[in-house]
Nanobody
Framework: QLQLVESGGGLVQPGGSLRLSCAAS????????IGWFRQAPGKEREGVSC????????QYKDSVKGRFTISRDIAKNTVYRNMNNLKPEDTAVYYC?????????????????WGQGTQVTVSS
């Protein structure tokens, strides 16, 4: 059974950092494009970043460029998202998702499998 499990969320002060993990089971990360999404209260889910199955292409939402990075460890079958200089507007539930397609995209409808999400709260 294909499963994605996020972890690493929590409460952090503005300017702080967090690393989110997305552990995959039931499939090999190298066969799927992985995306990170977030959903703030009262807002639609939005794409934040993604990495292709080959690992040689990434995309980022403009508002997180230079602050967030996506990476993966094939041996651990895990994708990571390092988040630096966090801002209150980054507060949301963060999800990872997987799609079989090769093309990097942050369109939610393009993703077939989703994790349960992890809460990130940026507040002083």
């Amino acid at each position: 059974q294909l499963q994605l499990v996020e972890s690493g969320g929590g409460l952090v002060q503005p300017g702080g950092s967090l690393r989110l993990s997305c552990a995959a089971s039931g499939f090999t990360l190298g066969s799927y494009t992985i995306g990170w999404f977030r959903q703030a209260p009262g807002k639609e889910r939005e794409g934040v970043s993604c990495i292709t199955k080959t690992g040689n292409s990434t995309q980022y939402k403009d508002s997180v460029k230079g602050r967030f990075t996506i990476s993966r460890d094939i041996a651990k079958n895990t994708v990571y998202r390092n988040m630096n200089n966090l801002k209150p507007e980054d507060t949301a539930v963060y999800y990872c998702a997987a799609r079989r397609g090769l093309i990097a995209t942050m369109t939610t409808l393009a993703y077939e499998y989703w994790g349960q999400g992890t809460q990130v709260t940026v507040s002083s």
